[in-house]
């Protein structure tokens, strides 16, 4: 694995684990603090689910899946070009996926604090590691569509299968 993507991951990481201990040290269990009015609330609380809290309560089967979708990504990385944009992405995306898995191993639960109010909408709590995941996966659409999702090596052996053999 690429150096940029590892120190992407590893800050990433520090950034979300860092944030929810301060969440958790400075703000009360579903309690909410106004930031901004109808807009921004810090709100501490504990996901047992995935995102709008799908699969609650399952955490042997979330640890499962994202062991499963690390395992996929790390595959999924080698058919990306090498680029600032690419390594990017997958540093924040592995680095989101690690900060939720690791909550799930050692709490049974994701803390989640950035609480927002979008055009009369209770958007769901999340932390950082969603926000890293969200960035990486634009990022990720970004270079599909440039056509940075595929490797040099990957194109050359497209290419060399795809040529028809001359009569």
Same mark, same amino acid.
């Given at each position: 694995?690429n150096?940029r993507?590892?120190?992407?991951t590893?800050?990433?990481?520090i950034?979300? =684990? ?6 958790s ?6 309690d909410?603090?106004? &930031? ?7 709100t ?7 995102a ?7 955490r042997?089967? &979330? *640890? &499962?899946? @994202?062991i &499963?979708a ?5 595959? #999924? ?12 992405? #997958? ?38 590691a969603? *926000? #890293?995941?969200?960035?990486? *996966?634009?990022?990720?659409? *970004?270079s ?5 999702? /595929? @490797? /040099?090596?990957n ?7 795809? =040529?028809?053999?001359?009569?």
């Amino acid at each position: 694995m690429n150096k940029r993507i590892i120190i992407i991951t590893i800050i990433s990481l520090i950034i979300d =684990q860092s944030t929810k201990i301060l969440a958790s040290l400075l703000l009360t269990l579903n309690d909410q603090t106004q &930031i901004i009015k109808n807009f921004f609330y810090l709100t501490l609380c504990h996901n047992t689910g995935m995102a709008w809290s799908i699969l609650d309560n399952k955490r042997f089967l &979330i *640890i &499962i899946f @994202s062991i &499963i979708a690390l395992i996929f990504i790390y595959r #999924f990385m080698k058919t990306f070009k090498n680029n600032l944009r690419n390594n990017i992405a #997958f540093g924040l995306l592995l680095g989101g996926l690690f900060g939720n898995l690791i909550d799930r191993l050692f709490f049974g639960y994701v803390t989640d604090f950035l609480d927002f109010y979008l055009f009369g909408y209770d958007y769901p709590i999340f932390n950082m590691a969603d *926000i #890293f995941i969200v960035v990486s *996966i634009i990022l990720l659409i *970004i270079s599909i569509l440039k056509g940075d999702d /595929e @490797s /040099e090596s990957n194109s050359t052996k497209r290419r060399k299968t795809r =040529q028809v053999p001359s009569e």
